[in-house]
């Protein structure tokens, strides 16, 4: 019988880069050419209609029933030159995956024949089979249906032979059933908000977008070796397995050379998301073996959002052309560095100004200080909403391990901002402001662009960091959709910023000169959110007992993070906000909870499998190997030399049996857990069952597991090591 391990190291010896050709010369030639995109509506659409779907996508008009057709058709036109034959509406369920429901275009007509036929009704909704889809019972207490609507502010595009039309998913009362509905909203709350405030400063200001940089990590394994491990296929991360004698210590892979397969994978799903109008530029390795990582150039977020999301699943599917198989998990091995999304995050006018940007002069870094500072003041009193928008069984390994940042959400400025903030709250004086007062505090802030120039700190242990024109949010997982954690920063944020513009109003309503009362809020802001601010070192025990001091939260593990969701408090800030009914918050963190369980619920099984029907069954046979030679010994030399000699053996023989004993009385004891756990009525208390009494068995069976690795004779281990998994080429 061929044993699969070797099978598979074998055919990962034997194979070949597969460098994809430049479809054009030129990325310019190329860039965007699957997207139905304004250039080609205007080619494509008549003058009302591309109007129409301007507004729509820049002001979020709506589009009424005539225009809707139009589209429809020239869409249609549109994506039949592109070879397109169906058509989908492509929506974000809470599965953290995609889904698609084909349709195509050509309708069968009475009497034989067909045509192709897509109007602005199937355009504009859809009814997906729902049922299948996570809904925190939303729609069992309504109706038992849910349907897409198009979301016209992101553009549809072409893969393959479909269509794709970015839609939103809701049920049929209309709570939101994915990610993307909700992220409209809260960019619409964070818009509203903001513009307010920048009213302050220009009156030119009507509309501020979010602009969001994801940076997208993820690891390569080859597809025979991603088979021969049911832990990688069926969890995305190995549950066993001995760490590699090289590991990341030497460093040597940070951008060192990239093999030649994988370059070519990455060649060619950058030319697919190239097509598909997704700015990808940067490459290079992360700092675990076969690690890598991917980074656009930043969009508007809800766009950035669908690219990143649509990214994902190109990558998946161009990399099984490469034999190579994706892992987005957030720790796919432990030990070594986990894969992350961080999401760099700002806001920009409609006059075309980064509100996070120093600007030239005082009254435009005034406005700066003022949007940095209602950040920090929006982490700080809401770190917890932030903390649980990341918060998924991936993410838990790895915040607060190798190279991440851990579960405590706090915000770093570099020296010189903190210094400038300090001084700052100090030199604002209590009562009314003298002209000397005002000229001295205009002046230092003045100063602002050049104390940001010479800012060479690059805290990278920081949850949340200001990087001189951007934060970058540092603790979402590789798998995270981005639109969780914007939804949350952007609600904090708009909510601190309305907060702001009443009290700033209120003192000027008081007699403050607008400047000066801007000030004087600032100030308060700075004293206030004091204790969120950290720029030592996040990955040291220190800074642990450091936040508890602070009375900051340290939320390990996710059923404790959702906590925060049912949360009066916050309930209400989300309804506030408009992006969340109390329901919809209910459901949701339901839905978390669910998905929490699950993915213990897989793991728990299959290493339950793996070490019952491999690793145990490797390691009788091994062990009867060394019987029959201790035997064998004893035959020839006789009973008591031979087992002088065979001392060795004996040991194993004994090892063996004692790692077998103990592994197979731990996965018994976790099977027992696991079944209490699922008779349990509450998604809540099931979760924090697995969570606390479930997944403690995994460390403990994978350490006997790993014990064993070491023992049996490697030709008769049953999975590819990860040493093989990592290193073979
Ligand atoms: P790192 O040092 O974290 O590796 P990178 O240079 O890889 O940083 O990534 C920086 C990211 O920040 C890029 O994806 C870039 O597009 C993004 N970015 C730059 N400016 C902005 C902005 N104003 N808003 C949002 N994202 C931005
Ligand atoms: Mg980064």
Redesign the pocket.
């Given at each position: 019988m061929t044993n699969i391990r070797f099978q598979a190291i074998e055919d990962v010896l034997n194979r070949q880069a597969k460098f994809p050709q430049l479809p054009k010369e030129k990325i310019s030639d190329f860039f965007g050419e699957n997207v139905f995109n304004p250039k080609v509506m205007r080619e494509y659409l008549p003058e009302e209609a591309y109007i129409g779907v301007m507004a729509a996508m820049q002001e979020g008009k709506r589009i009424d029933r005539k225009i809707a057709d139009q589209v429809a058709s020239s869409m249609k036109d549109w994506a039949a030159s592109k070879g397109a034959t169906h058509y989908t509406h492509w929506f974000q369920p809470l599965t953290g995956a995609t889904a698609e429901k084909h349709d195509a275009f050509f309708t069968p007509l009475e009497g034989g024949g067909a045509i192709e036929k897509f109007d602005g009704t199937l355009l504009a909704q859809q009814e997906p089979d729902a049922s299948s889809f996570p809904n925190g019972g939303l729609r069992n207490t309504f109706e038992a249906r849910g349907y897409t609507a198009w979301d016209p502010s992101s553009p549809a595009f072409v893969i393959g032979r479909t269509l794709c039309i970015p839609t939103i998913f809701i049920s049929y009362t209309g709570e939101a059933l994915d990610y993307k509905m909700p992220l409209i909203k809260a960019l619409h709350a964070v818009d509203d908000a903001a513009t307010e405030v920048c009213q302050y400063f220009d009156k030119n200001v009507t509309k501020i977008n979010t602009?969001?940089?994801?940076?997208q990590e993820y690891f390569l394994v080859d597809k025979a070796l991603y088979n021969a491990r049911p832990d990688l296929c069926l969890t995305g991360r190995a549950l066993l397995g001995h760490a590699p004698a090289k590991g990341q210590q030497l460093d040597d892979h940070y951008f060192g050379s990239i093999s030649d397969r994988a370059t070519a994978f990455m060649r060619d799903f950058e030319i697919e998301a190239l097509k598909l109008g997704i700015p990808v530029t940067?490459r290079h390795n992360e700092v675990a073996p076969n690690q890598f990582e991917c980074?656009?150039?930043?969009e508007e977020a809800n766009l950035a959002n669908d690219h990143n999301v649509l990214l994902m699943d190109i990558m998946e599917k161009v990399a099984i052309n490469h034999d190579f198989r994706v892992l987005l998990h957030e720790k796919p091995f432990s030990g070594l560095n986990g894969s992350g999304k961080?999401n760099?995050?700002?806001l920009?006018t409609n006059t075309g100004v980064?509100l996070?940007k120093p600007g030239k002069n005082p009254k435009s870094n005034l406005q700066f200080l003022t949007f940095l500072v209602n950040t920090i003041a929006a982490i700080n009193d809401n770190a917890d909403i932030l903390r649980a928008s990341i918060a998924s069984a991936g993410n838990d390994h790895r915040l607060g391990a190798n190279e991440a940042p851990p579960a405590i959400i706090s915000v770093f400025l570099g020296s010189q901002l903190t210094s400038f903030l300090d001084d700052l709250e100090k030199s604002i004086k209590a009562g009314r402001m003298t002209p000397e007062d005002k000229t001295e505090l205009k002046l230092n802030i003045g100063k602002i662009p050049q104390i940001l120039l010479d800012n060479t700190d690059r805290n990278r242990t920081s949850p949340f960091a200001f990087?001189g024109?951007?934060f970058?949010f540092r603790a979402p997982g590789s798998a995270t959709n981005c639109a969780s954690p914007m939804i949350a920063l952007n609600v904090i944020v708009a909510k601190q910023l309305q907060i702001f513009k009443k009290e700033v109003d209120k003192r000027i309503k008081g007699g403050d000169k607008k400047d000066e009362a801007i000030l004087k809020e600032l100030q308060k802001l700075i004293k206030t959110s004091k204790k969120i601010r950290f720029e030592g070192n996040g990955y040291g025990d220190e800074w642990v007992k450091e936040a508890e001091k602070r009375g900051l939260s340290n939320l390990k593990d996710t059923p404790r993070a959702l906590d925060v969701m049912v949360d009066k408090k916050v309930q209400k800030l989300f309804a506030e906000q408009g992006v969340f009914t109390e329901q919809e918050m209910n459901a949701r963190h339901e839905i978390e909870l669910e998905n929490y369980v699950m993915k213990l619920q897989i793991e728990a099984r299959v290493l339950g499998d793996m070490v019952r029907n491999h690793v145990i069954p490797s390691a009788i046979k091994y062990q009867n190997e060394l019987i029959q030679n201790v035997q064998g010994l004893k035959d020839v030399l006789g009973a008591t030399a031979g087992k002088k000699a065979a001392a060795t053996q004996l040991d194993f023989i004994e090892r063996i049996s004692n790692h077998i004993n103990e592994m197979n009385q731990l996965v018994a004891k976790m099977i027992d857990e696991r079944r209490k756990a699922n008779k349990m009525d509450h998604p809540r208390d099931m979760a924090f069952a697995y969570c606390d009494k479930v997944k403690p068995y995994f460390d403990l069976i994978k350490y006997q597991s790993d014990k064993l690795e070491l023992t049996v004779d490697d030709q008769a281990w049953p999975f590819p090591k990860l040493r093989e998994i990592l290193f073979t080429r």
């Open positions: 602009t969001l940089g994801w940076e940067t980074a656009p150039v930043f961080h760099n995050w700002s920009s980064n996070l990087t024109n951007k970058e």
